[in-house]
């Protein structure tokens, strides 16, 4: 099948009911396989969770979502394989609300490398956010009033309204949610170490397919090798790669202008002078290896020795494809960042154009049927590479 067939063909057969999803067409089997975070105590209380969606619909503080604590990941293999010889973790972009995208991705990792892929959802999307967040009659509602409150507002949609008034009204979800992201991450990588996962060996490879922010949180995951479980993992960067402050994420599929300056604000001009106010936020910025690292990549001269020493350790582990049109997280943010200054750090990343129109939140745009050739060339082009380095 090419891209745009197997996107239509994979959407509609996949769901997170069943247990297991049998797809003889493509020859791979989705297993959907249950977890729990055990991590809500990171998350705000009910004083810091307020925002637009705190209303008579919606009023439980973030620690109290049971969607986010509660949920499934797939996991794709090859039919008839008991033991996969590795799983990737798949890390998917912000704002995400369903695996459609994700979907011919994974196929392709999974057929191509022989290995289990593993699309693990982050803190608040795909299916660890309440449906609400999704509904666009609700969502409107929201973008309207925000447009009311903050009249020079833009790139606001109903898309992105439920991220943009979260992060705005508290920026630091951003963080939190990403750090119960990471101990979810670790949680499972335990239970694979431990020999308690259901479908792998405790002796498994552990390697990452990571895209858009889902790469900056793979970069600080391998960076920080907590209990040394990632030493030997590789990791895949598409789109991403780039230091907080070279990234720019207003759009109407991510989030709005208000948003995106509240962010900047926070993390890039004033995180030093926040930190300084919040003892909480200082000890776990100052005095954990993630919360470091989690620094280090806020900004390009900041920190850069220590940054850029990690990823010159890390440089035989990484490797990225950026886009030239990508106005999201640009080409030139992710070289400086993975290969840094005067390119002394030997990660290749190699930055392709394709001959349509693309988008960082859109590569491989499935509504132009009429380019579906070149699509797909473009597709296999990519994730060739990506099987090639993570087999």
């Known amino acids: 099948m090419k891209y745009c067939e197997e996107y239509d063909y994979l959407k509609k057969h996949f769901n997170q009911v069943d247990d297991k999803i049998e797809l003889p067409e493509e020859n791979v089997t989705i297993f959907n396989i249950r977890f729990e975070s055990k991590h809500r105590d990171i998350l705000p209380d009910v004083i810091d969770s307020f925002s637009l969606l705190s209303d008579d619909l919606f009023s ?127 949680d499972l990588t335990a239970q694979i170490r431990n020999g308690k996962h259901p479908m792998f060996d405790k002796n498994v490879k552990i390697d990452f397919f990571s895209y858009s922010i889902g790469a900056f949180f793979t970069q600080l995951i391998i960076m920080a090798n907590p209990r040394s479980y990632y030493a030997n993992s590789k990791a895949f960067f598409f789109c991403g790669g780039a230091t907080f402050n070279q990234m720019n994420g207003v759009s109407k599929f991510i989030f709005d202008s208000k948003a995106g300056k509240i962010l900047q604000s926070y993390f890039v001009k004033h995180f030093d002078r926040e930190l300084k106010k919040d003892p909480k936020m200082q000890a776990l910025i100052l005095k954990t290896k993630i919360g470091m690292f989690f620094n280090a990549m806020l900004n390009l001269r900041k920190m850069r020795s220590f940054r850029e020493e990690r990823l010159l350790d890390l440089s035989r582990q990484i490797k990225a494809i950026a886009f030239v049109k990508d106005h999201v997280i640009p080409a030139k943010g992710i070289v400086k960042t993975l290969c840094g200054k005067r390119n002394r750090i030997p990660i290749l990343v190699t930055v392709k154009d394709f001959p349509f129109e693309y988008t960082h939140e859109n590569p491989f745009p499935i509504n132009k049927k009429d380019l579906n050739d070149l699509i797909d060339q473009s597709f296999q082009e990519v994730f060739n590479e990506a099987s090639a380095f993570l087999n």
């Open 60 to 186: 439980v503080p973030d620690s109290q979502i049971d969607e986010n604590h509660f949920f499934k990941y797939p996991v794709i293999m090859r039919q008839g394989m008991e033991c996969p010889k590795g799983v990737i973790i798949l890390l998917h972009g912000l704002n995400e609300r369903d695996w459609a995208k994700y979907l011919p991705w994974g196929v392709h990792l999974a057929k191509k490398t022989g290995k289990a892929v593993l699309l693990f959802p982050i803190s608040f999307h795909m299916n660890r956010a309440p449906l609400m967040w999704n509904n666009p009659r609700i969502m409107n509602h929201i973008a309207v009033l925000r447009k009311r409150i903050f009249p020079k507002l833009y790139d606001n949609s109903y898309l992105n309204a439920a991220l943009s008034s979260r992060l705005e009204s508290n920026p630091k979800r951003f963080l939190l949610s990403g750090l119960e992201s990471y101990y979810d991450i670790l």
